[in-house]
T-cell receptor
């Protein structure tokens, strides 16, 4: 299995809603990532988990809350979002381990397109 | 901090060769990766260079010169399906996991 699966594919939510994005991989990767991507822009790193522990938080607002329940799953909990948070949210995974070449090879999911009304 | 610069758009005809340059300014540079992203799709890994020189993968090749802080992606025998955005991305020795993407190059292939 060489895929990263993200659900849902599309999500529309109001500013007072609470929702979650889910990501799953079965490649044995021990690093998992959340990226945010706006149209015509590169992916922006939000969070990195390494061996199920949060290793990087790129000063993301607290209305985004990541969770890594186990080595295969990554969630992004959303609460009280703003319209400017509308974007494509990409999950990715890679081999872990400091400076291994595999850490540069990210496998991305198809993304969850979020619209905040 | 680190920055990666690449052209915003390149247009070429089917069968042609396109070179996408990427210059970087970063301390502790470790390696340069290239990703392809079609409209509405996910980024897909293409190639990675940690050492100077050329890496060839089918019609695509990637080159790195650490002394010049420069790399490029070469797309040969262009096909219509190669129309996509191409991102260079770098990782540094002091920020493992923090893959920094360039702004992306939109490649438009015309008949």
């Amino acid at each position: 299995d060489t895929e990263v699966t993200q659900t849902p594919k599309h999500l529309v939510m109001g500013m007072t809603n609470k929702k979650s994005l889910k990501c799953e991989q079965h490649m044995g990767h021990r690093a998992m990532y959340w990226y945010k991507q706006k149209a015509k822009k590169p992916p922006e790193l939000m969070f990195v988990y390494s061996y199920e522990k949060l290793s990087i938080n790129e000063s993301v607002p607290s209305r985004f809350s990541p969770e890594c329940p186990n080595s295969s799953l990554l969630n992004l909990h959303l609460h009280a979002l703003q319209p400017e948070d509308s974007a494509l949210y990409l999950c990715a995974s890679s081999q872990a381990g400091h400076l291994t070449s595999g850490a540069n090879v990210l496998t991305f999911g198809a993304g969850s397109r979020l619209t905040v009304l | 901090g680190q920055s990666l610069e690449q052209p915003s758009e390149v247009t070429a005809v089917e069968g042609a060769i396109v070179q996408i340059n990427c210059t970087y300014q970063t301390s502790g540079f470790y390696g340069l990766s290239w990703y392809q992203q079609h409209d509405g799709g996910a980024p897909t890994f293409l190639s990675y260079n940690a050492l100077d020189g050329l890496e060839e993968t089918g019609r695509f090749s990637s080159f790195l010169s650490r002394s010049d802080s420069y790399g490029y992606l070469l797309l040969q025998e262009l096909q219509m399906k190669d129309s996509a955005s191409y991102f260079c991305a770098a990782m540094t020795t002091d920020s493992w996991g923090k893959l920094q993407f360039g702004a992306g190059t939109q490649v438009v292939v015309t008949p």
